[in-house]
């Protein structure tokens, strides 16, 4: 095979430069949201992933179907490299899709969205390779793959399986795209930093002081004691909140924040991820938090699925 | 009217982990074996050639040649009351008769009176038409799909639809030409099957496996994995030899791209040679575990700065795919040399501290505790070699080595590629200066993994591995923590096979039982302090016994009562054990032994009824009651025998031993003949049982004969 010279793999590079940060992001809502998608906004508390977002979490319980796309900037403590390491971030860009039940082109779907970008299907090297998707803290799991773009992993695709410990029916498909990594890939740079946010601004720019401070604090200053007991609180007002939704008969029911201690769960997983960059948490006791976790999100799923069958008019049918 | 024709069933699914493809198209054949055959719709002894299937990442295929288009029609026979019963003295039918033709649908004159061993009956002939096969594969097929099994199948239409690897698309059921109609998980059965994912068209119709792979070929999908093996080996090839460059072999590699890919072809990227600064090791393990890369190699064996990457298009034209590829390595090399470099700012020692918050087993401690007790019996089996005379047996350096074995675990390069644990142990205390000797040993410390992979290359290394498996077999079995059936969290079963492999095929001198003891006592000396009891022991015992035995079985080609024979003469010096056995193999079929290994399990029930009525055949031979010419006569070749019998052992001439012992057939025969053992007489008989009670235990040191020829237990 004759070796291509640099530049001319440039000037084929060259060709995508179009697309910014930002202009991934928008084209990839635009193509779900045409796709009869609800667009959603980023949750408003730290999140590990995407899929922790109420919009997955909660919505793929359950028999309602449900469509949604949105962007979700996500903390992963461990991951921080202080704005140093050109791929690992302490805060990644997932933008998620969630399609419920899974339609049966899917794959097509999703593959027309990469083209839509600006990939040409037919000149890189696609492939699905087996993935299967756990997160033991949610007590969710699924069937499905990484999807590979010439080696690079650009998406996770998963038939969710079970979320919150309920077996689900019917099966929701999860896409989960990582916008800072496919942003370099189209724009032929090495390091995510050098990614052009929008046309006049790079990500660099846009995000290095939070990469800087926050991996500082969760490596360095993070004060362990305080934040265990940061854990310790809203576990506790998580558990009285779903024991006091469990004492209910009936009554009162609708209007019970489930949601509210859906959201503790959450402050308790990132805090837990603090704790775990910080260095503080033994192998041991790393097993006994994550399960702690998981109590709080399975029982979170036990009493929303109760709520939602107690609701007249489930979300998203019809009344 | 046409009787046979061909069937094509292809499973059309969202991409199949690569790894279970060959496994699912084995057992898709096994299946439709066993129904076709149960059918009656394939010829029986020709089943297994009829049919043939194999597999793509997109496709299951099957394909049968040649089944019958419809199933013989078939007489059966139902038998009815005695005619004695359906028939009156006049031949009139009776009641009975009459209903049991009704039943069967019958007029009285069609049913037919047989002969048969109880007398005369009547029967009902009953013509039963063969099913066409169309209507039987409508059941079969859709079974079939539900029997293959997965490792961890799923659901993706509803609870209630049936599961599979992964979402059936489109099924191709075709027999003669014509769609089998069926439906399975919402997808109905047709004639249209999918080419390639981006070159290839999408439903395309095919008549039967007269076309079919024809017309995949042309919509880029290569459906025989023979086929795009040979394709990517042959580009392997191609694209380095020309440069003077091979392929780093890699068997494993090469079976799993064959089935990552529809249409695979080879490109040859190249990386910084920079980065060959990292070991070896390291620069495989991110090409192959990651990327799923082959290394490339100068002719001297050196890695080269290339890549073998197989993609699933025919060609690369613009580089696009080439750069893509040589950009994500990059990315990962950058990854590992960083690790690298954090990892060598501190010692590999002072790692150990980091150790005690990491757990081994809940009940077990910490590995700062197992690296306790691994460096004491490390130390031990150092002192037992040097004292059973190999001089090269290093107790400082074993000990050192089984303290720096485990720090690896918390550095950064073992967190990121868990399979390099060891080989990162032994990489850094290599570059931080520690000795040869050690830093292999460290290296080696998890070999053998299987029953073919090669052992620790040098004593230290011997000593580390096994004072680790040892380790791990004592303490899980004194914790409960005993593999059962598939569940084997430890890799006990390997860590067992992997002690005695070490110890046979190194010759190295060492009880099993005091191994054993020894690996209890730094259990019990040892933080958190856990008791294996001798029974504890025993069990593990027994169970790297269990090991040997399946070596000598699988490995060495001995027979199950060669083994059983001479381990039942002692198997704590595995060595020696197993050249008895090889003894027992060489003499087995020899005039006088075979006839003799008869005698000694005659003698051996002999005494068995005898200790059931209290005489165990224990107290010496009084000569002065020896009243036989025959039992006087045995007794003095056993005396004889017994003594240069016991030298040859003494110098572990075993099969020698076991030619003089043969040569005692003759006494043992004419004693047989001419003496009755039990005698009224007690004083005879306690005797005559003695007699053979010394024989039997004197020859019975080397092997013991009587376990010749039993079968193996199920």
Same mark, same amino acid.
């Given at each position: 095979?004759?070796?291509?010279?640099?530049?001319?793999?440039?000037?084929?590079?060259?060709?995508?430069?179009?697309?910014?940060?930002?202009?991934?992001?928008?084209?990839?809502?635009?193509?779900?949201?045409?796709?009869?998608?609800?667009?959603?906004?980023?949750?408003?508390?730290?999140?590990?992933?995407?899929?922790?977002?109420?919009?997955?979490?909660?919505?793929?319980?359950?028999?309602?179907?449900?469509?949604?796309?949105?962007?979700?900037?996500?903390?992963?403590?461990?991951?921080?490299?202080?704005?140093?390491?050109?791929?690992?971030?302490?805060?990644?860009?997932?933008?998620?899709?969630?399609?419920?039940?899974?339609?049966?082109?899917?794959?097509?779907?999703?593959?027309?969205?990469?083209?839509?970008?600006?990939?040409?299907?037919?000149?890189?090297?696609?492939?699905?390779?087996?993935?299967?998707?756990?997160?033991?803290?949610?007590?969710?799991?699924?069937?499905?793959?990484?999807?590979?773009?010439?080696?690079?992993?650009?998406?996770?695709?998963?038939?969710?399986?079970?979320?919150?410990?309920?077996?689900?029916?019917?099966? =929701?498909?999860?896409? $989960? +795209?990582?916008?800072? !990594?496919? &942003?370099?890939?189209? /724009?032929?740079?090495?390091?995510? *930093? @050098?990614?052009?946010? =929008?046309?006049?601004? $790079? +990500?660099?720019?846009? !995000?290095? &002081?939070?990469?800087? /401070?926050?991996?500082?604090?969760? *490596? @360095?200053?993070?004060?362990?004691?305080?934040?265990?007991?940061?854990?310790?609180?809203?576990?506790?007002?998580?558990?009285?909140?779903?024991?006091?939704? @469990?004492?209910?008969?009936?009554?009162?029911?609708?209007?019970?924040?489930?949601?509210?201690?859906?959201?503790?769960?959450?402050?308790?997983?990132?805090?837990?991820?603090?704790?775990?960059?910080?260095?503080?948490?033994?192998?041991?006791?790393?097993?006994?938090?994550?399960?702690?976790?998981?109590?709080?999100?399975?029982?979170?799923?036990?009493?929303?699925?109760?709520?939602?069958?107690?609701?007249?008019?489930?979300?998203?049918?019809?009344? | 009217?046409?009787?046979?024709?061909?069937?094509?069933?292809?499973?059309?699914?969202?991409?199949?982990?690569?790894?279970?493809?060959?496994?699912?198209?084995?057992?898709?054949?096994?299946?439709?074996?066993?129904?076709?055959?149960?059918?009656?719709?394939?010829?029986?002894?020709?089943?297994?050639?009829?049919?043939?299937?194999?597999?793509?990442?997109?496709?299951?295929?099957?394909?049968?040649?040649?089944?019958?288009?419809?199933?013989?029609?078939?007489?059966?026979?139902?038998?009815?009351?005695?005619?004695?019963?359906?028939?009156?003295?006049?031949?009139?039918?009776?009641?009975?008769?009459?209903?049991?033709?009704?039943?069967?649908?019958?007029?009285?004159?069609?049913?037919?009176?047989?002969?048969?061993?109880?007398?005369?009956?009547?029967?009902?002939?009953?013509?039963?038409?063969?099913?066409?096969?169309?209507?039987?594969?409508?059941?079969?097929?859709?079974?079939?799909?539900?029997?293959?099994?997965?490792?961890?199948?799923?659901?993706?239409?509803?609870?209630?639809?049936?599961?599979?690897?992964?979402?059936?698309?489109?099924?191709?059921?075709?027999?003669?030409?014509?769609?089998?109609?069926?439906?399975?998980?919402?997808?109905?059965?047709?004639?249209?099957?999918?080419?390639?994912?981006?070159?290839?068209?999408?439903?395309?119709?095919?008549?039967?496996?007269?076309?079919?792979?024809?017309?995949?070929?042309?919509?880029?999908?290569?459906?025989?994995?023979?086929?795009?093996?040979?394709?990517?080996?042959?580009?392997?090839?191609?694209?380095?030899?020309?440069?003077?460059?091979?392929?780093?072999?890699?068997?494993?590699?090469?079976?799993?791209?064959?089935?990552?890919?529809?249409?695979?072809?080879?490109?040859?990227?190249?990386?910084?040679?920079?980065?060959?600064?990292?070991?070896?090791?390291?620069?495989?393990?991110?090409?192959?575990?990651?990327?799923?890369?082959?290394?490339?190699?100068?002719?001297?064996?050196?890695?080269?700065?290339?890549?073998?990457?197989?993609?699933?298009?025919?060609?690369?034209?613009?580089?696009?795919?080439?750069?893509?590829?040589?950009?994500?390595?990059?990315?990962?090399?950058?990854?590992?040399?960083?690790?690298?470099?954090?990892?060598?700012?501190?010692?590999?020692?002072?790692?150990?501290?980091?150790?005690?918050?990491?757990?081994?087993?809940?009940?077990?401690?910490?590995?700062?505790?197992?690296?306790?007790?691994?460096?004491?019996?490390?130390?031990?089996?150092?002192?037992?070699?040097?004292?059973?005379?190999?001089?090269?047996?290093?107790?400082?350096?074993?000990?050192?080595?089984?303290?720096?074995?485990?720090?690896?675990?918390?550095?950064?390069?073992?967190?990121?590629?868990?399979?390099?644990?060891?080989?990162?142990?032994?990489?850094?205390?290599?570059?931080?200066?520690?000795?040869?000797?050690?830093?292999?040993?460290?290296?080696?410390?998890?070999?053998?993994?299987?029953?073919?992979?090669?052992?620790?290359?040098?004593?230290?290394?011997?000593?580390?591995?096994?004072?680790?498996?040892?380790?791990?077999?004592?303490?899980?079995?004194?914790?409960?923590?005993?593999?059962?059936?598939?569940?084997?969290?430890?890799?006990?079963?390997?860590?067992?096979?992997?002690?005695?492999?070490?110890?046979?095929?190194?010759?190295?001198?060492?009880?099993?039982?005091?191994?054993?003891?020894?690996?209890?006592?730094?259990?019990?000396?040892?933080?958190?302090?856990?008791?294996?009891?001798?029974?504890?022991?025993?069990?593990?015992?027994?169970?790297?016994?269990?090991?040997?035995?399946?070596?000598?079985?699988?490995?060495?080609?001995?027979?199950?009562?060669?083994?059983?024979?001479?381990?039942?003469?002692?198997?704590?010096?595995?060595?020696?054990?197993?050249?008895?056995?090889?003894?027992?193999?060489?003499?087995?079929?020899?005039?006088?032994?075979?006839?003799?290994?008869?005698?000694?399990?005659?003698?051996?029930?002999?005494?068995?009824?005898?200790?059931?009525?209290?005489?165990?055949?224990?107290?010496?031979?009084?000569?002065?009651?020896?009243?036989?010419?025959?039992?006087?006569?045995?007794?003095?070749?056993?005396?004889?025998?017994?003594?240069?019998?016991?030298?040859?052992?003494?110098?572990?001439?075993?099969?020698?031993?076991?030619?003089?012992?043969?040569?005692?057939?003759?006494?043992?025969?004419?004693?047989?003949?001419?003496?009755?053992?039990?005698?009224?007489?007690?004083?005879?008989?306690?005797?005559?049982?003695?007699?053979?009670?010394?024989?039997?235990?004197?020859?019975?040191?080397?092997?013991?004969?009587?376990?010749?020829?039993?079968?193996?237990?199920?």
């Amino acid at each position: 095979m004759a070796r291509k010279s640099n530049s001319k793999v440039k000037r084929e590079f060259a060709k995508l430069k179009g697309l910014t940060f930002q202009d991934l992001l928008l084209k990839l809502e635009h193509y779900w949201t045409m796709r009869d998608c609800i667009l959603q906004q980023p949750y408003d508390i730290e999140v590990g992933a995407g899929t922790m977002h109420p919009e997955t979490f909660l919505r793929v319980l359950g028999p309602e179907p449900y469509r949604v796309v949105y962007a979700q900037p996500s903390r992963r403590p461990a991951d921080g490299r202080y704005g140093e390491n050109p791929n690992r971030l302490y805060k990644h860009t997932q933008l998620q899709v969630i399609l419920k039940p899974s339609p049966a082109d899917i794959q097509d779907v999703y593959l027309a969205s990469l083209a839509a970008v600006g990939i040409n299907l037919k000149e890189h090297d696609i492939r699905f390779e087996e993935d299967n998707w756990e997160s033991p803290t949610l007590g969710a799991w699924g069937i499905g793959w990484q999807v590979l773009l010439d080696g690079l992993e650009i998406t996770q695709f998963t038939y969710f399986q079970q979320c919150g410990g309920v077996d689900l029916d019917p099966i =929701s498909v999860e896409l $989960t +795209y990582g916008l800072d !990594r496919i &942003a370099a890939y189209l /724009q032929g740079v090495d390091n995510v *930093f @050098d990614v052009r946010w =929008s046309n006049s601004m $790079t +990500y660099r720019q846009v !995000r290095l &002081a939070e990469e800087q /401070q926050f991996s500082a604090y969760s *490596f @360095d200053h993070a004060d362990t004691a305080s934040t265990r007991k940061q854990f310790d609180l809203n576990e506790a007002e998580a558990a009285r909140l779903l024991a006091a939704y @469990d004492a209910l008969k009936g009554a009162g029911k609708e209007r019970f924040p489930v949601l509210q201690a859906y959201d503790l769960c959450l402050k308790c997983s990132h805090l837990f991820n603090v704790l775990d960059a910080r260095g503080a948490i033994s192998v041991t006791e790393r097993a006994g938090m994550i399960a702690r976790v998981r109590k709080l999100a399975t029982h979170v799923a036990r009493a929303w699925l109760d709520q939602r069958a107690a609701i007249q008019t489930p979300a998203g049918m019809s009344a | 009217m046409k009787s046979r024709g061909d069937l094509l069933f292809e499973i059309g699914c969202e991409e199949i982990p690569a790894g279970m493809i060959l496994k699912a198209s084995q057992e898709l054949k096994a299946i439709l074996v066993k129904h076709l055959s149960a059918n009656g719709l394939v010829d029986e002894p020709t089943a297994q050639d009829s049919i043939e299937t194999f597999g793509a990442p997109r496709r299951l295929v099957a394909i049968a040649r040649n089944i019958k288009l419809k199933q013989e029609d078939v007489t059966r026979e139902i038998s009815g009351p005695p005619k004695s019963v359906a028939f009156d003295f006049a031949g009139q039918p009776t009641r009975a008769a009459v209903s049991f033709a009704e039943k069967q649908r019958l007029p009285v004159s069609k049913l037919t009176i047989v002969n048969t061993p109880k007398g005369e009956y009547v029967i009902a002939r009953q013509l039963v038409l063969g099913k066409s096969a169309a209507e039987i594969l409508k059941g079969v097929l859709p079974e079939t799909i539900r029997e293959i099994s997965w490792p961890r199948s799923m659901i993706w239409t509803g609870a209630q639809s049936p599961r599979f690897i992964r979402p059936i698309r489109w099924i191709v059921a075709l027999l003669d030409g014509k769609v089998v109609p069926f439906s399975y998980a919402d997808v109905q059965a047709g004639n249209h099957t999918d080419g390639h994912r981006f070159l290839g068209k999408r439903s395309i119709p095919v008549s039967g496996p007269r076309d079919y792979e024809e017309k995949l070929k042309k919509n880029f999908v290569s459906c025989r994995p023979s086929v795009r093996r040979k394709k990517v080996e042959a580009e392997l090839h191609s694209l380095t030899t020309p440069k003077g460059l091979r392929t780093h072999e890699d068997a494993g590699l090469l079976e799993l791209v064959t089935y990552l890919n529809e249409c695979p072809s080879v490109i040859l990227g190249r990386f910084d040679p920079a980065f060959l600064a990292l070991p070896d090791e390291i620069l495989i393990t991110v090409m192959r575990g990651h990327q799923k890369y082959f290394a490339v190699e100068s002719r001297s064996g050196d890695l080269a700065p290339h890549f073998l990457a197989v993609i699933n298009l025919p060609r690369d034209p613009k580089g696009l795919i080439r750069a893509g590829h040589e950009r994500v390595l990059r990315a990962r090399f950058a990854d590992a040399q960083f690790f690298w470099e954090t990892d060598q700012k501190t010692r590999l020692g002072d790692y150990l501290p980091k150790l005690a918050a990491v757990t081994y087993e809940r009940r077990l401690g910490s590995y700062a505790d197992k690296v306790e007790r691994m460096r004491s019996l490390a130390r031990w089996l150092s002192e037992q070699w040097f004292s059973g005379g190999v001089a090269q047996a290093d107790v400082a350096g074993s000990d050192r080595a089984a303290e720096l074995a485990k720090c690896d675990l918390v550095t950064e390069m073992v967190g990121e590629f868990a399979e390099l644990q060891g080989i990162v142990g032994g990489l850094y205390s290599r570059a931080q200066g520690e000795p040869d000797e050690i830093a292999w040993a460290v290296y080696d410390q998890y070999k053998p993994l299987g029953l073919d992979d090669p052992l620790p290359r040098n004593l230290t290394g011997c000593a580390v591995a096994l004072a680790d498996k040892l380790d791990s077999l004592v303490a899980c079995f004194a914790v409960g923590a005993i593999p059962t059936g598939s569940s084997d969290p430890f890799a006990l079963r390997r860590a067992a096979l992997g002690i005695v492999k070490i110890i046979l095929e190194k010759n190295l001198p060492l009880s099993l039982s005091a191994a054993i003891s020894a690996a209890a006592k730094s259990l019990k000396e040892h933080a958190p302090r856990i008791e294996a009891s001798d029974a504890i022991q025993k069990q593990v015992l027994d169970f790297l016994l269990e090991r040997a035995r399946y070596i000598l079985r699988e490995r060495r080609g001995f027979a199950y009562d060669e083994i059983n024979a001479a381990f039942a003469a002692g198997a704590d010096d595995l060595g020696d054990a197993v050249e008895r056995v090889a003894a027992v193999k060489a003499i087995r079929d020899t005039k006088n032994f075979a006839p003799l290994a008869a005698s000694f399990k005659r003698i051996r029930n002999i005494l068995e009824k005898s200790a059931g009525k209290g005489d165990k055949g224990q107290g010496a031979v009084k000569q002065e009651l020896l009243r036989d010419a025959a039992e006087l006569q045995l007794y003095t070749v056993v005396q004889k025998i017994g003594d240069e019998a016991t030298r040859l052992k003494k110098e572990k001439k075993y099969r020698k031993a076991l030619e003089k012992i043969s040569e005692l057939r003759p006494a043992v025969d004419f004693f047989f003949d001419k003496v009755l053992v039990m005698v009224e007489d007690e004083d005879i008989r306690r005797n005559r049982i003695a007699l053979l009670g010394t024989l039997l235990k004197e020859f019975s040191n080397v092997a013991d004969f009587s376990e010749l020829g039993s079968e193996e237990a199920k």
